[in-house]
């Protein structure tokens, strides 16, 4: 071998140590150290797409966004006409959702060569994700054309079907699937996703098992098993595995904190930081958990989204409660440490809710703001006399398989014919059109306070929903605050939802009253029910 051949042969071999060093950094959570790495790399070989992937990656989790764009619309500029980079940068822009050049990169890379199978599934997914579910469909029937064979392709169209609520279709893909392909994990997955949203747990259970069995390190099933697990009651075991909706990603924000992470350590004369994850819903059964929280610790320090910083302060005086700053010592920009042990707020319900038995009889209800409460009952008392009922129907996200828990206001009519009530908004997206077409064709008023946003003015939005004598709604934040502040809640939504915990109720608020919304039920039936309680339960 030549000197010449020799210097590039270890030039390469350093720039592969260096892009290994880069990896096992970014996977202890040290980013601005990995960055430097992958840097290194790019800088001798700019289409590394494994130090690309990790350099975005980094930059994502140490909130520069705006870089890792640029960098990615940098790298697809300079791609050219070469159809695997075109590809690879294509894969890596959809782990992050930049879905728009995810798209056009997949196309370039189709113009190319159109029938690529692997390019054609991916765009598939991406064009799925946008909303063009039928252009997803004809993608993947191309695919499976040309390759009949593709446990994948028949996979992901499995997905794009289970959407669309064709599920009698999507099992069949995914049966074609592992019939094809056996050993490949994310079938299994995908198919323990499906067998949930159908009731069927114990069988999505044995599927997501089978899918760990095949990849044990695959964090997206250990996540799924976990939530199942939570569903059926096994709450011990589905704890255990929920930090990893972390690892995979589909529980947020991502704050590492390595080595300080409370695992049910004695508290005594210990400071806690305990941090909202997910959204305000969530974030409401988490804090159920506090008051015990702060019977236990020295201290408790909780962050929280600014709009609830308030209404928390009021509850635990005891506890500093500050809004979020979305920082953490594993992405290097927290700063000085000021507590002992954190965790994610799922993570202290994970230590302190192991079993439904751990769960209180009674909750520590939240306290509104006195002032904004007076307020909200001199409007209450310029409507008619008699009992005021809050109603939220629906959600700001919406697909098809999530619509299947929500209803319509018009559903509602025998709501509004309890006698004497006054039926009160609570749902924080724009109610205008429903409201209007109610009172025009059937003479029905939805009373909406004057002046409240009920989306952004949470305090607000407690207090009015504490003068309230009862409230009826689905899966959302609205019935979760009422309940939190104590209100008798009629709570309808899916018949197993992770949050029950196996159980036929909801065991973090004991004044939440459930009942079963899916595809089989009858929503005529179901609202004449609730309506018919909600009588009973005052009297009328």
Same mark, same amino acid.
């Given at each position: 071998?030549?000197? %010449?051949?020799?210097?590039?042969?270890?030039?390469?071999?350093?720039?592969?140590?260096? &892009?290994?060093? !880069?990896?096992?950094?970014?996977?202890?959570?040290?980013?601005?150290?990995?960055?430097?790495? &992958?840097?290194?790399?790019?800088?001798?070989? /700019?289409?590394?797409?494994?130090?690309?992937?990790?350099?975005?990656?980094?930059?994502?989790?140490?909130?520069?966004?705006?870089?890792?764009?640029?960098?990615?619309d940098r790298a697809a500029a300079d791609a050219g006409d070469n159809e695997r980079y075109l590809f690879e940068l294509g894969g890596l822009c959809t782990t992050i959702k930049y879905l728009h050049q995810a798209r056009a990169l997949y196309e370039r890379a189709l113009t190319l060569n159109p029938d690529a199978t692997s390019t054609l599934i991916n765009l598939a997914t991406v064009v799925d994700e946008q909303g063009e579910t039928q252009r997803a469909v004809d993608l993947l029937s191309r695919a499976i054309e040309l390759q009949p064979r593709s446990a994948k392709a028949y996979g992901n169209l499995?997905?794009?079907?289970?959407?669309?609520?064709?599920?009698?279709?999507? %099992?069949a893909c995914y049966r074609r699937a592992i019939e094809l392909e056996p050993d490949?994990?994310?079938?299994?997955?995908?198919?323990?996703?499906?067998?949930?949203?159908?009731?069927?747990?114990? =069988?999505? %259970?044995?599927?997501?098992?089978?899918?760990?069995?095949?990849? /044990?390190?695959?964090?997206?099933?250990?996540w799924n098993l976990a939530r199942a697990l939570l569903t059926v009651g096994e709450t011990e075991a589905g704890w255990d595995m929920y930090g990893f909706g972390f690892a995979c990603g589909q529980r947020q924000?991502?704050?590492?904190? @390595?080595?300080?992470?409370?695992? !049910?350590?004695?508290?005594?004369?210990?400071?806690?930081?305990?941090?909202?994850?997910?959204?305000?819903?969530?974030?409401?059964?988490?804090?159920?958990?506090?008051?015990? %929280?702060?019977?236990?610790?020295?201290?408790?320090?909780?962050?929280?989204?600014?709009?609830?910083? @308030?209404?928390?302060?009021?509850?635990? /005086?005891?506890?500093?409660?500050? @809004?979020?700053?979305?920082?953490?010592?594993?992405?290097?920009?927290?700063?000085?440490?000021? &507590?002992? #042990?954190?965790?994610?707020?799922?993570?202290?319900?994970?230590?302190l809710r192991r079993t439904v038995d751990a769960f209180p009889p009674k909750v520590h209800t939240l306290v509104p703001d006195p002032a904004r409460v007076a307020q909200c009952r001199a409007w209450l008392a310029s409507l008619p006399e008699g009992p005021k009922i809050g109603i939220s129907w629906t959600s700001k996200k919406l697909n098809d398989i999530?619509?299947?828990? #929500?209803t319509n206001l018009a559903e509602w009519k025998k709501l509004f014919a309890i006698e004497g009530a006054s039926i009160?908004?609570?749902?924080?997206?724009?109610?205008?059109?429903?409201?209007?077409?109610?009172?025009?064709? &059937?003479?029905?008023?939805?009373?909406?306070?004057?002046?409240? =946003?009920?989306?952004?003015?949470?305090?607000?939005?407690?207090?009015?929903?504490?003068?309230?004598?009862?409230v009826v709604a689905p899966p959302s934040f609205p019935i979760v605050l009422a309940a939190a502040l104590g209100i008798t809640c009629f709570y309808y939504g899916a018949p197993h939802p992770w949050t029950k915990l196996g159980t036929d109720r909801m065991p973090w608020f004991p004044s939440m009253r459930c009942y079963t919304l899916d595809r089989n039920t009858c929503r005529e039936t179901l609202t004449s029910g609730i309506v018919s309680d909600i009588r009973a339960f005052l009297g009328r």
């Amino acid at each position: 071998m030549s000197s %010449l051949n020799k210097r590039r042969g270890a030039a390469s071999g350093d720039m592969e140590k260096k &892009f290994v060093q !880069g990896r096992r950094l970014q996977s202890r959570d040290r980013f601005t150290e990995a960055e430097a790495r &992958f840097r290194k790399v790019l800088a001798a070989d /700019p289409a590394h797409i494994g130090a690309l992937t990790g350099l975005t990656q980094c930059l994502i989790a140490l909130r520069r966004e705006h870089d890792a764009i640029g960098l990615i619309d940098r790298a697809a500029a300079d791609a050219g006409d070469n159809e695997r980079y075109l590809f690879e940068l294509g894969g890596l822009c959809t782990t992050i959702k930049y879905l728009h050049q995810a798209r056009a990169l997949y196309e370039r890379a189709l113009t190319l060569n159109p029938d690529a199978t692997s390019t054609l599934i991916n765009l598939a997914t991406v064009v799925d994700e946008q909303g063009e579910t039928q252009r997803a469909v004809d993608l993947l029937s191309r695919a499976i054309e040309l390759q009949p064979r593709s446990a994948k392709a028949y996979g992901n169209l499995g997905k794009v079907l289970t959407g669309t609520l064709l599920f009698d279709e999507a %099992l069949a893909c995914y049966r074609r699937a592992i019939e094809l392909e056996p050993d490949l994990s994310q079938s299994y997955t995908n198919l323990g996703a499906l067998l949930e949203i159908l009731g069927r747990h114990h =069988d999505a %259970l044995g599927a997501l098992q089978k899918a760990l069995t095949l990849d /044990p390190e695959c964090d997206a099933a250990r996540w799924n098993l976990a939530r199942a697990l939570l569903t059926v009651g096994e709450t011990e075991a589905g704890w255990d595995m929920y930090g990893f909706g972390f690892a995979c990603g589909q529980r947020q924000p991502f704050r590492p904190f @390595p080595g300080l992470i409370w695992e !049910g350590h004695d508290l005594t004369g210990k400071t806690i930081m305990v941090w909202r994850e997910q959204g305000l819903g969530d974030d409401m059964f988490f804090s159920t958990c506090y008051a015990d %929280l702060i019977a236990r610790a020295g201290h408790v320090i909780i962050e929280t989204d600014a709009r609830l910083v @308030p209404l928390y302060r009021r509850t635990w /005086p005891q506890a500093t409660v500050r @809004p979020e700053k979305w920082a953490s010592t594993g992405l290097g920009n927290y700063g000085e440490v000021d &507590f002992d #042990y954190t965790a994610p707020a799922g993570l202290v319900a994970a230590q302190l809710r192991r079993t439904v038995d751990a769960f209180p009889p009674k909750v520590h209800t939240l306290v509104p703001d006195p002032a904004r409460v007076a307020q909200c009952r001199a409007w209450l008392a310029s409507l008619p006399e008699g009992p005021k009922i809050g109603i939220s129907w629906t959600s700001k996200k919406l697909n098809d398989i999530r619509a299947l828990t #929500y209803t319509n206001l018009a559903e509602w009519k025998k709501l509004f014919a309890i006698e004497g009530a006054s039926i009160v908004n609570l749902q924080y997206t724009d109610v205008e059109e429903e409201a209007g077409t109610l009172e025009r064709e &059937f003479g029905l008023t939805l009373h909406r306070m004057p002046g409240l =946003d009920l989306f952004s003015d949470i305090e607000g939005a407690a207090a009015l929903s504490s003068c309230l004598d009862a409230v009826v709604a689905p899966p959302s934040f609205p019935i979760v605050l009422a309940a939190a502040l104590g209100i008798t809640c009629f709570y309808y939504g899916a018949p197993h939802p992770w949050t029950k915990l196996g159980t036929d109720r909801m065991p973090w608020f004991p004044s939440m009253r459930c009942y079963t919304l899916d595809r089989n039920t009858c929503r005529e039936t179901l609202t004449s029910g609730i309506v018919s309680d909600i009588r009973a339960f005052l009297g009328r």
